[in-house]
């Protein structure tokens, strides 16, 4: 008894889960298994191996010998024993077939299994001796010989997956021509050909070890046969061809044999003829019936009818994704897959998230989109296709390599779970026996259960988020819906299509297509992809022509970027808003030249959100912390920055995620940053001698800036303790001048450009003034214009604490408490209409000026200033730099009617959006409606006005400036 559990704890140290269970096999077995216990404790299932082992030596002792000189064939036979209990069993029953897994070949597999049922292999319709239940006991004998043979080789590292997976599709084939050789003898088949087409995994040559064999059956009357009478001859044969894979005899069965993909399904008639099935595919066939037909093969039969049916199929499976709504439908079907999982979804290898059909579908509906075109993607089997489309650019390099690991993996789970009994199951088992004998047959010894766990939860996660990336990619329903003539981008028919596309250059246009899609190389191959479907995005937009023009201006920066055309062609919002950008904006477009990684900005709603003032300034600031020293190269990463910022902006203006009030606060807040940064490296040494701050005046200090405005702004010093004034001033005058300097330097990133001439005494006063002297001049000299510009000032850059001495200072001035007198409201009348007689552009119309035009910008802004000088030193709420806000204070407070508000309000928005559209259009300041037809339509088209609303942009801001003249007029000159 000691000895025993002595045994059985060396046993279970080895690696046996059950030590005592072992040492009792192994006591009783008739030969001696200690040499052998090294091979066999390395294989996924010790336990297992070992009761198949000693029951086969207990049948056959000569194989135990066989084993000892032979480490080859141990090695493969203990492999199948340790995860096959099925195999094992048939080892038992069948000995003599251990002998085969010496061979590193057999012969063919088709001629065989017709052996082994009596047929001759060389014969065109090969017929069994007899039928009944001996042939197909002995088609079973043959088929699992062969199959432990493949499973050997297998399991133990000699053949990959993909050969794996053809062997056994082969195997199949030869199954059913052998059964098919059997039903010939029990039907008779002398009036009709009949040709077997493999379907799904068969059709792929991608089966698994335990799996329905997909087919549908073709037959056609031979010559002088009556149809009706062939074809039941017909359906007869193939009954009893299906009967012979799936009868249980006393070797079990094969398989199922399912022909349910047929047309109509399991309603329709078993066979049909070649004109049957075409008519019905031409006529009736839903989307999922064409990919079904991608795995389509010949199998078994009259291979020469399997051949022509699939030729005559295949046109129509290559144009299915031009069908209305395919790619729609393909998704919807796959959702509805999902929708019926049973419970063990989540551990279901096939169809649940991240499964083998999660990577399937969406390598099919790749290949049926871009396969039309490209017929080196027209491959069966998933791997292949996976690496096809990845050459071909249509799928990212690790996006293939992630998922064709991702299947290759599940693929091989899949596989030791159907071989350990030989049934169909594709879930993963809980118990952690099961659990341990994978993760071991994977070469997973430390922690077999826990790392197998681990590996496969990744690679599942892994392939749900790519197939979700690539299977419902908008792109695809985009080049689903071009016409053929259209996705080929041929030049002969180019010209004229690009020119009804509404290009006004198609020959220029045609340069750059082939300048982006020529080539064999990668980068061309997903041009090729993109661009048929980029050029009627460019279409949808104001300027096709600049926008194609801009696309190659990006892309040949860009295009050796290993991550620019993965990101058009992958996130296909991307794609889309960048074409809708560049038609639109030579304003955005520039900007893009100059920083082209703002690319990257494009695909998401909350990257085109303004960044946060404190954010952009902290930025700002280590930019000029790493070159402190070196003020022009810190004020040049600032600018920099500035494009960037402005690029977001513009983009998100342009795809309307922002309104123009938002617009104006963001550009003003990235002007301030920009100020602070170049303030911070141009003070050097005189931060030393003096305090220095930037006060906004101005559409800057009325946080309102557009795209082409310039930065307003008053310097303001203080010299710091024991400083001479003059000493202060010198160093506060240079200080201003290079802010100025740096901010208008000749560089690739827009100026901004400094503005003081709204300081005292204008162009002839001193730059820069101390505190005191401000104060000074606005008590003696100061005119009622100071006063209304001052409305607008506030604190910008530099000393916090100044600049907020410098707001208090002004604020009885442009606040007085007692108001305006009625003089001072004459003067500011006089002053207004002075303005709109003298500073209006010879030859402009009024009516179009959008600043100084009737109803427009000035109108607006002087209402809301007057209503401030006379009320705001009494009515702090209206003390607001803001336009629109002064407007809504003075509702409040009861000195504007709603209504009036409302229609000033809108007038002052259509103006700036219209100020703003013309720089993102022309890059370049306007501030009347263009007189060049094209140009004004395509400002319309950026404010969302249709390709004809030209009239209607016209008509409707003519009437909303026009209403808000009569506001004006009333309100503000007391009309």
């Known amino acids: 008894m000691p000895r025993i559990e002595s045994t059985a704890a060396r046993l279970a140290k080895l690696g046996f889960a059950d030590g005592a269970r072992a040492a009792q096999l192994i006591r009783q077995s008739p030969a001696d298994l200690d040499d052998i216990l090294e091979a066999l404790v390395a294989v996924a299932d010790p336990d297992q191996a070992l009761v198949s082992l000693t029951r086969l030596i207990e049948r056959e002792p000569a194989v135990l010998g066989t084993l000892r000189h032979d480490e080859g064939l141990r090695n493969r036979l203990l492999a199948v024993l340790g995860v096959s209990a099925a195999l094992g069993d048939h080892f038992v029953r069948h000995p003599s ?8 070949r057999l012969g063919d597999a088709r001629a065989e299994l017709l052996r082994a049922v009596g047929a001759e292999p060389g014969e065109s319709e090969p017929r069994a001796e007899s039928g009944g239940h001996d042939a197909l006991t002995a088609l079973r004998v043959a088929y699992r010989g062969r199959l432990a043979h493949l499973a050997a080789r297998d399991l133990t590292g000699r053949i990959g997956l993909q050969d794996v ?35 799904g995994k068969c059709g792929a040559r991608e089966l698994n070890y335990i799996s329905d064999v997909d087919v549908i059956f073709v037959a056609e009357p031979r010559e002088g046969a009556d149809e009706a009478k062939a074809l039941r001859t017909a359906t007869r044969l193939a009954q009893a061809m299906m009967r012979g894979c799936t009868t249980t005899t006393s070797e079990g069965s094969l ?78 079907m796959r959702r509805r897959v999902e929708a019926h999982v049973r419970a063990e979804g989540d551990r279901q290898l096939k169809l649940g998230p991240g499964g083998l059909r999660d990577i399937e579908f969406a390598v099919q509906l790749l290949q049926l989109v871009h396969g039309r075109l490209d017929p080196l993607l027209r491959r069966r089997a998933t791997l292949p296709a996976l690496a096809a489309l990845s050459r071909g650019g249509y799928v990212g390099r690790e996006d293939s390599r992630s998922l064709a690991e991702a299947y290759t993996f599940l693929r091989q789970v899949e596989h030791l779970l159907q071989l350990h009994r030989l049934r169909r199951t594709h879930v993963v088992p809980t118990d952690e026996a099961d659990l341990r004998r994978l993760g071991r047959a994977l070469g997973m010894q430390a922690d077999p259960v826990g790392e197998f766990t681990t590996r496969w939860r990744r690679h599942a996660m892994e392939a749900r988020r790519l197939h979700e990336k690539l299977f419902y990619r908008p792109l695809l329903e985009a080049v689903a819906r071009l016409p053929e003539s259209e996705a080929r981008l041929s030049a002969s028919a180019a010209a004229a299509r690009l020119e009804a596309l509404g290009y006004v250059d198609p020959t220029g246009a045609l340069r750059h297509i082939a300048a982006l899609s020529t080539g064999v190389s990668r980068r061309a191959a997903i041009q090729r992809t993109l661009l048929p479907v980029m050029l009627g995005w460019f279409a949808d937009t104001p300027d096709p022509d ?59 709603d909350d990257e085109l959100t303004p960044r946060p003032p404190d954010s952009l300034l902290g930025e700002a600031s280590a930019a000029v912390s790493r070159h402190a020293g070196d003020p022009e190269t810190a004020v040049t990463a600032v600018r920099a920055l500035r494009r960037k910022e402005l690029f977001r902006t513009a983009v998100a203006d342009i795809s309307g995620l922002i309104d123009i009030e938002t617009v104006g606060t963001a550009l003003s807040r990235l002007n301030d940053v920009t100020l602070q940064a170049a303030l ?56 201003a001048n290079e802010v100025r300097r740096l901010l208008s330097l000749p560089a690739p990133d827009p100026p901004l450009l400094i503005d003081p001439d709204l300081r005292p005494e204008g162009r002839q006063g001193p730059l820069v003034r101390t505190l005191a002297s401000y104060r000074a001049y606005y008590a003696r000299w100061s005119s009622p214009w100071e006063a209304q510009a001052l409305l607008r000032a506030r604190f910008s850059a530099g000393d916090a604490e100044l600049g907020a001495a410098f707001t208090a200072m002004i604020d009885e001035l442009r606040h007085p408490p007692d108001g305006l007198s009625g003089d001072a409201v004459r003067e500011i009348r006089r002053l207004k209409a002075r303005m709109e007689a003298e500073r209006l552009p010879r030859g402009a119309d009024p009516a179009l000026h959008t600043k100084l035009g009737p109803g427009g910008l000035s109108d607006v802004e002087w209402v ?28 409040a407070e009861d000195l504007l009617a709603p209504e009036d508000e409302e229609v000033l309000a809108e007038a002052w928005r259509f103006a700036s959006r219209v100020r703003d559209a013309m720089m993102l259009v022309k890059g370049r300041p306007g501030d009347s409606i263009p007189k060049d037809t094209a140009e004004r339509r395509q400002v319309a088209r950026t404010l969302g006005y249709p390709p004809d609303g030209s009239e209607d942009f016209l008509d409707d801001y003519r009437r909303v400036t026009r209403r808000a003249r009569k506001v004006v007029d009333r309100v503000f000159y007391g009309g």
């Open 864 to 891: 809301a200033q007057l209503l401030q000088l006379q009320h705001a030193g009494r009515l702090p709420v209206l003390r607001t730099t803001r336009t629109l806000e002064a407007l809504r204070a003075a509702v």
């Open 546 to 604: 600049a926008a194609l023009l801009g696309f190659r201006q990006v892309s040949d920066k860009l295009g050796t970027t290993p991550w620019y055309l993965r990101l058009l062609r992958d996130e296909t919002a991307v794609a889309a808003r960048m074409a809708r950008v560049l038609g639109t904006s030579r304003y955005a477009t520039g900007l893009l030249m100059h920083a082209p990684d703002a690319v990257a900005m494009l695909g998401s």
């Open 165 to 199: 997976t053809s062997e056994l599709s082969e195997l199949a084939g030869a199954a059913l021509e052998a059964a098919l050789a059997v039903a010939r003898t029990e039907v008779g088949a002398e009036d009709v050909r009949l040709a077997v087409i493999g379907m």
């Open 97 to 104: 077939h251990v002998a085969m897994l010496a061979e590193d």
């Open 255 to 332: 398989w199922e044999v399912d022909a349910g993909l047929r047309p109509e399904g399991r309603s329709g008639p078993l066979v049909r003829t070649l004109e049957s099935h075409l008519a019905y595919y031409h006529r009736w066939a839903k989307t999922w019936e064409f990919q079904a037909l991608l795995k389509a093969r010949p199998v078994a039969g009259d291979l020469e009818l399997g051949a022509a049916y699939v030729a005559a199929v295949n046109d129509m499976v290559w144009s299915a994704a031009t069908r209305e709504h395919f790619v729609e439908d393909v998704q919807a």
């Open 680 to 735: 911070d490296a141009a003070l050097g040494k005189a931060r030393e001698v003096t305090s220095f701050a930037i006060i906004a005046m101005g559409r800057l200090g009325g946080m309102e800036c557009s795209y082409a405005s310039d930065a307003d702004v008053m310097f303001v010093h203080s010299p710091l303790p024991g400083v001479d004034e003059r000493t202060a001033t010198d160093a506060a005058f240079a200080v």
